[in-house]
């Protein structure tokens, strides 16, 4: 049997990482710059995350959740005073895709309505909104039997607001800052908007925070520098710094009745250790903080060099738009300079590290990058 070739991969073998470094079978460091599509938050090979993991491994490793976890409750209080949402509830699952799923689905139970909005050049997983970056301004899109999409232009607030006033919409959901779509930032004042839109409507607001969560922005998510609260956030990614994990955020004015949702390996003991070492490491090294500060640094110094079109991006999420197309340069900074990086579209390098890069390293990539550059 041989794999399913859907993803063009790159014909380096990884057998080894460190902080912001990856090495290949050959020996070759290489600075990581995309963390695994932003999974890495805290670091390749934390001492704290593996120990954490291997204690649990040792002890038990997996069941499933048919029975109490104390770790589920312990992850639920500690993740709550974090972000700032000690009263909302948690639902724990595997994945970013299966968490929007899950969060679309508990809008449909709370209002009983079924059309959903979403934005251009959005990208929510590959089953609850299967439509992903169109630059069309307004498509009507069937996803399942039960369930539209309506896709607006991104900030664009009169025509959110013409939309959510018809009162037939079940939830927005938009992503903090999006990821697939090319680092595109929604505005303080259209999420603003937004949220008293959807509020007046009795619309369930949803927050994608798959990429964006978790510290990256320079705050926990990246929502939080708008100043407002939805109804449900979804996690994954950067929570289990690689694991496979997914959460919902959801709001008290959600009730829980059994049977209402389920999964078999959400939640699982190796998880909820895996999440608990990144909440120690993010708290005890203060990586949002770093984020932060190490972002602005890179933002400012980006900004400088004139072969960029456009910069932009917040905390550790940023995105270098070209006028041409960016393969070669992309493949070039790889191979010749030793930095991995991701990509949106055909033009965009997406730089997602993990939150421990430092200034030092930050410097390191820009001097590399400007190489590749001429």
């Known amino acids: 049997m041989k794999l399913f070739d859907v993803y063009p991969l790159f014909d380096i073998n990884i057998v080894r990482g460190k902080g912001c470094h990856v090495w290949d079978e050959q020996g070759t460091e290489y600075l990581d710059l995309y963390g695994g599509h932003a999974v890495i938050s805290i670091g390749h090979a934390h001492p704290h ?141 259209f999420m603003q908007a937004l949220r008293e839109e959807c509020t007046a409507a009795g619309t369930v607001l949803i927050l994608d925070e798959i990429q964006s969560g978790y510290g990256r922005s320079g705050k926990f998510f990246a929502h939080q520098y708008a100043g407002i609260r939805p109804d449900m956030i979804t996690v994954a990614k950067g929570i289990g710094n690689g694991f496979p994990m997914g959460a919902v955020l959801i709001s008290p004015e959600f009730k829980p009745v059994y049977g209402q949702l389920g999964t078999t390996f959400g939640g699982n003991h190796l998880a909820c250790a895996a999440a608990l070492a990144v909440l120690d490491v993010i708290e005890g090294e203060g990586l949002i903080e770093n984020a932060a500060r190490v972002g602005t640094y890179l933002l400012e110094e980006l900004k400088k060099l004139p072969q960029i079109k456009d910069v932009r991006g917040r905390g550790l999420m940023i995105g270098l738009e070209f006028e041409q197309p960016i393969k070669e340069l992309r493949t070039r900074l790889l191979k010749e300079q030793h930095v991995f990086t991701g990509v949106s579209g055909t033009n965009v390098v997406r730089l997602l590290p993990p939150l421990c890069l430092s200034m030092d390293e930050a410097n390191r990539f820009l001097e590399r990058f400007a190489k590749v550059l001429g």
């Open 49 to 189: 995350y593996v120990e954490m993991i291997s204690k649990q491994v040792a002890t038990l490793g997996f069941y499933s959740n048919s029975v109490i976890n104390k770790l589920q409750v312990q992850l639920a209080e500690r993740l709550g005073k974090a972000c700032g949402y000690d009263d909302y509830q948690l639902f724990l699952i595997n994945s970013g895709a299966e968490a929007n799923e899950n969060a679309l689905k508990l809008a449909s139970f709370h209002n009983g309505r079924t059309r959903i909005i979403s934005f251009a050049k959005a990208f929510h997983g590959r089953t609850s909104l299967a439509v992903e970056v169109t630059d069309n301004p307004k498509i009507i899109a069937p996803v399942n039997a039960n369930r539209h999409v309506t896709y607006l232009p991104l900030n664009d607030t009169e025509a959110m607001k013409a939309e959510l006033r018809k009162g037939d919409v079940c939830a927005v959901i938009i992503e903090g800052i999006q990821g697939v779509g090319g680092i595109q930032l929604p505005t303080d004042d």
